[in-house]
Structures are given as C-alpha cells and as structure tokens.
C-alpha cells in the first residue's frame, strides 16, 4: 500500500455538516435550546483549524523545549477540566489531579516513546505530541469521575477505603468498556486514520494496541493516585440538608 491522504476540499467538507443541520432543526422544532450546540460547533470549527496551524509549526520546529511546554499545557489544562464534578475546588486538590495526571502520564509515555516506537530524537513532536494528547485527556476523564464519585461517597458517609474502591471501579468501566468494544464495535481514532492513510491494518493494529496499553495503564495509574493521595479533608465540606 501506498501511504497516502487525499486532501479534502473544503467543498466537500461542508457537506459534512449536513447531519449537524439536521440535528439543529429538530431542535428547533421541538423547542429545545440550541445555543450552546451552535456555540460547540463553531467552537470545534476554530479550535481544530488553530491546532491545525500549531501543529504544522511544531512538527516543522523540532524543538525539545517547545514539545515540553506544549506537554506542560496539556497536563495543566486537563487537571482543571477533570475537577468541574467537584463543587468546591481548592489549590492542593488541584495540585494533586495534576500529580496524578503527570504520574500516570509521563511514564507511560516514556514508555512508548523510547522503547516501544524508539523514537529518534526522544522528542519527536509528529509521534509524541498526538500520543501526549490521547494520553493526557483519557487520564483527565478517568480523574473526573474518580473525583466525582470519591466526592460523592464521602458525603454519604462513606469511609475513605470504601470511598476509593466504589471510586476507582466506577472510573474504570469506560476503560474497560473499551477494551471490549475495540475492533468490534469501534475501530479508535488511531487506527482508522492509519487506515485511511493506506497504512497496512495489521501494522495499525499493532500501533493500537500500543495505544490502548498506554491508555489504559495512564488513566488507571492517574485515577490510583488521585485516590491515593485524597483524603476527606482536602475536600469540600458537605453542607448540611437545609444550609444557606
């Protein structure tokens, strides 16, 4: 096979918008808001054309520092993301999400990179910056529902062992519900694209299979630390029924 994407045009592309239109009208006509999904749209629209353009320059710059940064914002972004469930949010329970986001992440990246794929350099922005991606948001929603159901545990009266086990097994059914779904009910994102590429399936299955292990090992790690290092008393108080 040969390694090819043809581009699509931007004629063409439109048309991909006609089922979004689709679903617009029917909210309309049953009176259902659709600002915020028109909001999500055009937001999608100019988050992937500016990450289009950021891209190119990263793969073009090559530079360790530059990867880093770039690696330093996902972790930093995706920390506060996962901790929206919680109501009251405070510095160290932020400081530990990021923790446990870094420490699942980063090793198994490391991983990847260095002895699996054995990238030269290290650093390879085309391969490390996609897997970082993958990485880090799939941690980032493993965290969120740890925290969320770790938070609402302990304000059931929960103990905090009982709490961290209801916690760490709620936040991996997703993950788990992946590796059962992979191949049959869904070909992931990596693997399709590789595909589409005119990459063989047998080598993308491969680099899937890399991808779910990294995924799962991440996300898993980052939520078991989190729960690790959470106690009750870095959360929010709950208030008492009637409270003001």
Known sequence: MNPTVEPISLGHLALAFLPVLIVL???IRWALPVRSTAYGIVRMLLQLLLVGYVLVYLFESENAWIVCAVII????????IALRPIAEQRPRLYLMTAAAIGMGGIPCLFLATEFVLDLTPWYEPRYLIPLAG???ANAMNTVSIAAERHTNEITRGQDQKSARRVAFGAALIPLVNSLFAVGLVSLPGMMTGQVL???SPLIAARYQILVMCILFGSSGIAAACYLHWCRPRHLASPRPPGSR
Not at 73 to 80: G, L, N
């Open 25 to 27: 009208v029917i909210q």
């Open 73 to 80: 914002v996902m972790i930093t972004i995706s920390s506060w």
């Open 134 to 136: 993958m990485v880090f």
């Open 197 to 199: 590429a005119g990459i």
